[in-house]
């Protein structure tokens, strides 16, 4: 099932190319805000599932004529895998497992802009990953049990400012500036998803493909991360955990980028990109930048403010 937010927040069911409004069959969720109603779903699934999916056989509006929302408005925790893939079998071994948190502030949805903020970087640039949504409260999970933990997956995008200084605290600033985690544009439950391990990722800037990579290629899989997670503080139902990319694809996001994100099986998610100081880089990957003998892990700015030195 794949479940959704769509206009001023109703709560809709996707089936093809429609959407079927059911929230009036949650309007007995405490809520303070669209986040409680879609935990409240996921917590009492088990029981709601029979009645959405009945539902969903009705009548609904085209997708075409609606805006999506953010299926997680605002999760108590995002949690970002860092550096947790093998680069196409490249590395010689696994990275140390490592992650950090975004703040919830920084979710938009599908449709949405992602803004760059008026600050000194080195490039910005926008990682491809698949989402897991947690679906009851985890604490000291063992992986053997991690994949009772999820309630489904969605698409995400990890915005990111590289080269802030000083560069002792490089993850706050790095990565949870406003709108810097596209999210969307549904929930798949879990059910729908054969195999997360084994899910092509692909995103294009302006309709070119840069990241191209399978969840296969994790250094840390998804029951290794949700258990190491855990270990450390709980996360509750609605939580999301994205579970890293492929660097080797990264590219500039610059202004008036359209961006597309698809995780198989979870749809796609469109933004844009606006920059409103208009700044500047070669339009290359981070491999394409290596395989050309560039300096360093990414190409240079080549203009607007904060181009000169960098």
């Not at 969720?29 to 986040?35: A, I, N, Y």
């Not at 250094?219 to 997670?229: D, F, G, L």
Request: some cysteine; aromatic content about 8%; charged content about 25%.
């Amino acid at each position: 099932m794949k479940l959704a937010f769509f206009d001023d927040y109703r709560l809709g069911v996707v089936t093809g190319d429609k959407v079927v409004d059911v929230t009036d069959l949650v309007k007995d969720v405490p809520r303070l805000g669209p986040q409680d109603v879609m935990r409240g779903v996921i917590e009492r699934f088990d029981a709601l599932k029979a009645k959405l999916a009945d539902a969903a056989k009705g009548a609904g509006k085209p997708i075409s004529q609606i805006r999506f929302r953010p299926p997680l408005p605002k999760p108590e925790n995002i949690i970002c895998m860092a550096v947790n893939y093998m680069e196409n079998g490249t590395l010689k071994e696994p990275a140390p497992i490592n992650a950090f948190m975004k703040s919830p502030s920084s979710i938009i949805g599908d449709g949405d802009t992602m803004a760059l903020p008026d600050m000194a970087a080195s490039i910005f640039e926008g990682e491809a990953e698949l989402a897991l949504v947690i679906g009851k409260h985890a604490s000291h999970v063992k992986a053997a049990d991690a994949m009772n933990y999820i309630f489904g997956y969605t698409n995400f995008i990890d915005g990111s400012a590289r080269g802030v200084v000083p560069p002792t605290n490089v993850f706050y600033q790095m990565k949870s500036r406003d709108t810097f985690a596209p999210i969307g544009p549904y929930v798949v439950t879990a059910d729908e998803i054969k195999n997360p391990q084994k899910l092509q990722i692909t995103l294009t800037n302006n309709g070119v493909v840069y990241q191209n990579f399978n969840t296969d290629d994790m250094a840390h899989n998804i029951p290794r991360c949700v258990e190491w997670v855990t270990s450390i503080h709980a996360l509750e139902p609605g939580d999301i955990l994205a579970t890293g990319t492929n660097h080797r694809g990264l590219n500039p996001f610059m202004d008036g980028d359209k961006i597309e994100l698809t995780c198989e099986g979870c749809g796609t998610l469109h933004i844009t990109v606006r920059d409103d100081l208009k700044r500047s880089w070669a339009r290359i990957t981070r491999l394409q930048h290596r395989e050309s003998g560039g300096e360093g892990v990414h190409t240079k700015q080549t203009g607007g403010k904060y181009a000169a030195g960098r």
